[in-house]
């Protein structure tokens, strides 16, 4: 188990990553709750965040697909 | 009227007695399903659920459109005149992680999510980015029939993520399932 823990401020209190993991680069970066198949409505959001052109995620790493799993949502 | 059966007189030991009694209460189980009544299904029904996504359908509509041939054939061929998005090519059976069917403006294809493995995405990418469908029809030559709401399109693509047990994930690995979307 990791011993550091990320958390994400939000207006309904504190959201823990769980995980992060690169997909395809065909897939659209989601945002899903608890590791299940269920994607929160901030998806295109969290996409356009990390997609080229305004993306600052790919230009850094170079990466354009993402998934986060949250513990709570947001949004 | 309800008959009062006494299945300790009739069996010789408890044993004969608890068989008689659980065959007895299968029967009922049979007899109950076959009671329930299929709701009578006419075009304007097939006309309305293929157009309208709001459109509310019979109790157990569903269930008869899954379980009649005659029925979801008449769907299909409605939504061959209805559907703008329209299935050209049928999915390859699934050799991988990854399956694409090909359609009249559009290209879907299933991958596994790396984060999961028993998850995977459903990738619509639309050739017409002005074309905005909200309703994803699929349809199995042998079984299964239903409608799925589509989430907006971003930059052309439509995109789901499904956990691979459930019955829409099932369908849309079979190649004998079309799809069609309006």
Not at chain 2, 68 to 92: C, F, G, H, T
Not at chain 2, 153 to 176: E, F, I, M
Request: charged fraction near 25%; charge should be negative.
């Amino acid at each position: 188990m990791s011993k550091t823990a990320v958390f994400i401020a939000t207006t309904e209190g504190p959201t823990r990553l769980q995980r992060l993991t690169a997909e395809a680069p065909d897939v659209r970066s989601v945002i899903c709750l608890g590791g299940r198949a269920m994607v929160l409505p901030i998806s295109p959001d969290y996409d356009t965040f990390v997609r080229r052109p305004t993306g600052v995620i790919e230009a850094c790493y170079g990466h354009n697909a993402y998934r986060m799993d949250i513990s709570d949502p947001i949004g | 009227m309800t008959e009062t059966m006494n299945f300790w007189a009739e069996a010789d030991s408890a044993g004969e007695a608890v068989f008689i009694a659980c065959d007895a209460l299968e029967t009922l189980r049979t007899h109950a399903d076959a009671d329930i009544a299929e709701p009578t299904i006419c075009f304007n029904d097939l006309y309305r659920y293929a157009t309208d996504p709001e459109a509310t359908v019979k109790e157990g509509f569903s269930r008869v459109l899954s379980t009649n041939p005659k029925l979801r054939n008449d769907m299909r061929i409605l939504l061959e005149r209805v559907a703008p998005l329209q299935p050209i090519s049928r999915a390859a059976a699934a050799s991988g992680s990854t399956t694409t069917r090909f359609g009249t403006g559009f290209q879907m294809t299933l991958r596994e999510s790396q984060a999961d493995r028993e998850q995977f995405y459903v990738i619509i990418k639309l050739q017409d980015q002005s074309c905005t469908p909200n309703t994803l029809f699929v349809i199995n030559d042998s079984e299964w029939c239903d409608r799925v709401p589509l989430p907006k399109p971003t930059d052309g693509t439509v995109q789901l993520l499904l956990g691979s047990n459930s019955t829409l994930a099932t369908s849309l690995r079979d190649p004998k399932t079309d799809v069609f979307m309006r």
